[in-house]
């Protein structure tokens, strides 16, 4: 029996998927707990709404990111707990898995983790003809964070160079508490010329809505055209986004 593949690539998702692809629901995408007891866990959920078992195995990587946006995952210490970090789910049922802070230091900014959940590739039955089976498999990859009501980030423009193809912009998260730059708008001043250069969030694609961790610079890249051509590393520049 000839097999058909499909590959989806969603951000913060990761989908591989067959015809009768038995797969399930995974939530919340994005989680926060502190260091302090009554908040040092958080729960996700595991929803199986097929008609055939699953297996699923969760795991925790740190999260890091350099000046591009390319992120690393690290393995974490001890500072992690998750359980349970393999299950089987039944047909049309729910389970949850405990994330919990275990460290024994209190962090001094904003951690930040990924919490993996994979479908184990496990052979279906096969039919009585001895056809070959079909594997699945299904990844989500969510955020956790480790926060302190005390932390909270603060989003500066560091700097602005240009050459004669490119401009890059690049941002310094100065905060404790990751931001992302939701609904980004940018006005660019010269006071000399009496000049505004309004960026909104359409023309700042690439850039708005992106993540920029704690105590992290992030560095974004656009073709010299248009307005971007206009804008001077001198100019004033106001930022406007949708705070956390």
Not at 148 to 175: A, M, P, R, T, Y
Request: net charge positive; proline share 4%.
């Amino acid at each position: 029996m000839k097999r058909r593949f499909f590959f989806i690539t969603i951000s913060s998702l990761i989908l591989i998927f067959s015809f009768n692809t038995y797969a399930f629901k995974f939530s919340p995408m994005s989680s926060s707990i502190g260091t302090k007891a009554d908040e040092a866990s958080s729960l996700y959920y595991l929803e199986n709404d097929s008609e055939q078992p699953i297996a699923v195995q969760v795991s925790l990587a740190r999260r890091e990111m350099d000046l591009n946006g390319i992120e690393t995952n690290p393995k974490i210490n001890n500072e992690l707990s998750v359980y349970p970090s393999q299950l089987i789910i039944p047909p049309n049922e729910k389970r949850s898995v405990k994330v919990a802070w275990v460290g024994k230091d209190k962090p001094t900014k904003e951690l930040a983790y990924r919490l993996i959940a994979e479908q184990l590739p496990i052979d279906l039955e096969r039919n009585k003809n001895k056809k070959a089976s079909i594997k699945v498999l299904l990844r989500y990859v969510a955020a956790l964070y480790v926060k302190d009501d005390v932390f909270n980030s603060d989003v500066i423009l560091k700097n602005i160079s240009k050459d004669n193809k490119q401009v890059s912009i690049e941002f310094e998260n100065c905060g404790k508490k990751h931001q992302v730059l939701a609904n980004l708008n940018l006005k660019f001043s010269d006071e000399k010329k009496k000049k505004e250069i309004i960026f909104t969030a359409d023309e700042l694609r690439g850039m708005t809505g992106e993540n920029i961790l704690a105590e992290s610079k992030r560095v974004f890249v656009f073709p010299k055209v248009g307005k971007f051509a206009e804008i001077n590393s001198n100019d004033k520049v106001k930022i406007s986004f949708d705070k956390d």
